[in-house]
């Protein structure tokens, strides 16, 4: 039986927590973004309301007040580590509108219609860091 030098044990433990606390702070940053995109669709603020005709989509605030209601609460299912799986499976399906939306009126490609992307992506990579489960299931 081989066992690893103390120092290593020790490196690999330090580089565990690095992985972790990363993935936390990544994950705090778009779970605070999704909160505040959440709670302005609360409001409605008017400027929710002045942007979302556009986009083609209803301006009746009761549609927003749904819509941010979803948001947040997958927002804090995402925070939370035992459903951060489940909250992250129904942003991604939200951020999934979101892309088809400003694909479907032609809105500019890398500012507009990519943005759930990124969103999506640091929202994966941020429970990829912090989640030892879902770094083995994506090996």
Do not use: C, N
Not at 57 to 73: H, K, S
Not at 77 to 106: E, K, M
Not at 112 to 134: E, K, N, Q, T
Request: hydrophobic residues 55%; proline residues 6%.
């Amino acid at each position: 039986m081989t066992t690893m030098p103390h120092t290593a044990t020790a490196e690999a433990a330090f580089t565990r927590s690095g992985l972790v606390w990363t993935g936390r702070v990544l994950s705090g940053l778009v779970v605070l973004f999704l909160l505040f995109d959440g709670a302005i669709k609360l409001v409605p603020l008017q400027v929710v309301i002045d942007t979302v005709a556009p986009l083609g989509w209803p301006t009746d605030p009761v549609t927003w007040r749904a819509l941010g209601m979803v948001l947040i609460a997958s927002a804090l299912l995402y925070a939370y580590p035992r459903t951060a799986f489940l909250g992250a499976v129904l942003i991604t399906a939200y951020l999934g509108g979101a892309v088809a939306t400003h694909v479907r009126i032609g809105s500019p490609l890398f500012s507009h219609s990519l943005f759930g992307v990124y969103v999506g992506i640091a929202l994966w990579a941020g429970l990829w860091l912090r989640d030892p489960r879902i770094r083995a299931l994506l090996r």
